[in-house]
């Protein structure tokens, strides 16, 4: 089984930047996939980043590149979304997740590990 703890979420004003992060605890190995969602209350689940994390290659929701800034530790279990400039908009609980699969994608149902979430929000 794998855990994820998410941690670094909180309170903002618009402008303002909070650093997430995401740690991947139990059978890691391999992890190839970690990512990040968010959902806002009446929204649905929305993909953020995600990193292969042995190659480093990210991806990006458009509406947020240039923002925001995924990225994984060394070890490959503990990966971070810097998040800039934000935006009352941006105010959401913030998901962690994880997968094996060998390609990444910012859709939730491709990944089976869930964290239980951090919770930002932006005020105007």
């Known amino acids: 089984q794998v855990r994820l703890v998410e941690s670094g979420g909180g309170s903002v004003q618009a402008g303002g930047s909070l650093n997430l992060s995401c740690s991947a605890y139990?059978?890691?190995?391999?992890?190839?996939?970690m990512g990040w969602f968010r959902q806002a209350p009446g929204k649905e689940r929305e993909g953020v980043a995600a990193?292969?994390?042995?190659?480093?290659?990210?991806y990006y929701a458009d509406s947020l590149k240039g923002r925001f800034t995924i990225s994984r530790d060394a070890a490959m279990t503990t990966v971070y979304l810097q998040m800039n400039d934000l935006e009352p908009e941006d105010t959401a609980m913030y998901f962690c997740?994880?997968?094996?699969?060998?390609?990444?994608?910012?859709?939730?149902?491709?990944?089976?590990?869930w964290g239980h979430g951090t919770q930002v929000t932006v005020s105007a």
């Open positions: 997740a994880a997968d094996r699969r060998t390609y990444c994608t910012l859709l939730a149902d491709t990944y089976k590990h």
């Open positions: 139990g059978d890691t190995w391999p992890i190839n996939c």
């Open positions: 990193i292969y994390t042995a190659g480093s290659s990210t």
